[in-house]
């Protein structure tokens, strides 16, 4: 089971960290994705962190303000956001594929269920 969590409401400016949790497998063995979808938009790909050497990957939308990250004694891969703004609005999602370099979605294999975050005053 994969499992995001972490989003809430919270200002522009203002910082969250998201969490993806897995329970009956090992992210260390996976690369793993972080995905956004805002109402009315298609999914968009932000940030994926490889498996084996932990390498990381932004994009645009993510450069610069956003962290990937990863604690294998947690089985947990986080994605700390900084700097949010109200186009950050939108339900958050991790999966997982044992192939993807870049986050793409069709290179993911397993999807939890979101998050939503909400950037407003």
């Known amino acids: 089971q994969l499992q995001a969590s972490g989003g809430g409401l919270v200002q522009p400016g203002g910082s969250l960290r998201l969490s993806c949790d897995a329970s009956?497998?090992?992210?260390?063995?996976?690369?793993i994705g972080w995905f956004r979808q805002a109402p009315g938009k298609e999914r968009e790909g932000l940030s994926l962190i490889t498996k084996n050497s932990g390498g990381t990957y932004y994009t645009e939308s993510a450069k610069g303000r956003f962290t990937i990250s990863r604690d294998g004694a947690k089985n947990t891969v986080y994605l700390q956001m900084r700097n949010l703004k109200p186009e950050d609005t939108a339900i958050y999602y991790c999966?997982?594929?044992?192939?993807?370099?870049?986050?793409?979605?069709?290179?993911?294999?397993?999807w939890g269920p979101g998050t939503e975050v909400t950037v407003s005053s």
């Open positions: 009956g497998f090992t992210l260390d063995y996976l690369s």
């Open positions: 999966a997982t594929s044992n192939r993807a370099v870049l986050p793409i979605a069709d290179e993911f294999d397993y």
